[in-house]
């Protein structure tokens, strides 16, 4: 069974930055791509980035495009996302999440994705 363990996130201020990390088990991880999503308070689940299974393919929603950067070590089967300039909309619960397909495309697309992490808050202060 594939999990996935998120860590970082937190607190920070408008312009600041945070790391989240995302730890996977359960299968081939260098196989598979791998994304990050958000939920605001009483809004819906949304895509923020996604990464080949290979690292060369990134992709991000234009909302944090120049400011986050996704990346994964295979080595040591996690994804990161690094999370510059921030702003007070990004706050919301950020979720790592696995295809079920490998070397798969449409990584922008939630469908794409059977596993999910637990979530790790992310506050920024205005």
């Known amino acids: 069974q594939v999990q996935l363990v998120e860590s970082g996130g937190g607190l920070a201020q408008a312009g600041g930055s945070l790391g989240l990390s995302c730890r996977a088990s359960?299968?081939?991880?260098?196989?598979?791509?791998m994304g990050w999503f958000r939920q605001a308070p009483g809004k819906e689940r949304d895509f923020v980035a996604a990464?080949?299974?290979?690292?060369?393919?990134?992709y991000y929603a234009d909302s944090v495009k120049g400011r986050f950067a996704i990346s994964r070590d295979n080595a040591k089967n996690t994804v990161y996302l690094q999370l510059n300039s921030l702003k007070p909309e990004d706050t919301a619960v950020y979720y790592c999440?696995?295809?079920?397909?490998?070397?798969?495309?449409?990584?922008?697309?939630?469908?794409?994705?059977?596993?999910w992490g637990q979530g790790t808050q992310v506050t920024v202060s205005s």
């Open positions: 999440a696995a295809p079920d397909q490998p070397y798969g495309l449409g990584l922008r697309r939630m469908t794409a994705y059977k596993y």
């Open positions: 359960g299968r081939t991880f260098s196989s598979y791509g």
């Open positions: 990464i080949s299974w290979n690292g060369v393919g990134t």
